[in-house]
């Protein structure tokens, strides 16, 4: 594969599974899901949605600057909610981390999700 490299930040959750934070290729860069895990103890924040939310948009900014990025650099996110309900409150904090033109996304209403996290969001930026 054309000039491939692994993406690590010790700012963002460790994998816990058999990933990478993110993946560059070229001059994309392909982030894996965050859930709202606190990187410096690995368990959930507390606090509800919202703080769940922020904490993903900071992992997701973390994993983007050891890429040279921003999140302003994302074109696609996928959000991933175990509640459809909070669907205006990721719209509410993504307004705080993003700037625009906003990327491209999809939200998606889901069961579960790794550890009890009620969100999670994965993208692809461009560098």
């Known amino acids: 594969m054309t000039n491939r490299a692994v993406i690590y930040t010790e700012k963002a959750p460790e994998a816990i599974g058999t990933y990478s934070q993110a993946i560059k290729v070229d001059n994309t860069v392909y982030l894996s899901g965050q859930i709202p895990l606190d990187p410096a103890t690995m368990t959930l924040v507390e ?4 703080a769940q939310a922020e904490q993903v948009f900071k992992n997701l ?5 050891a890429a040279n990025g921003s999140l302003n650099h994302v074109v696609k996110l996928n959000f ?18 993003f700037r625009e033109p906003f990327p491209a ?3 998606v209403g889901i069961s579960q999700l790794p550890k009890g996290a009620l969100f999670e969001a994965e ?5």
Not at 47 to 50: I, M, R, T, Y
Not at 80 to 97: E, G, I, K, Q, W
Not at 123 to 127: A, Q, R, S, T
Request: charged content about 15%; proline content about 0%; aromatic content about 8%.
């Open 47 to 50: 606090g509800g949605f919202e």
């Open 123 to 127: 993208g692809i930026m461009v560098v």
């Open 80 to 97: 991933y909610l175990t509640d459809l309900a909070n669907f205006s409150v990721v719209n509410d904090v993504m307004a705080r981390h």
């Open 61 to 65: 900014a973390a994993v983007c600057e």
């Open 105 to 107: 996304r999809a939200a």
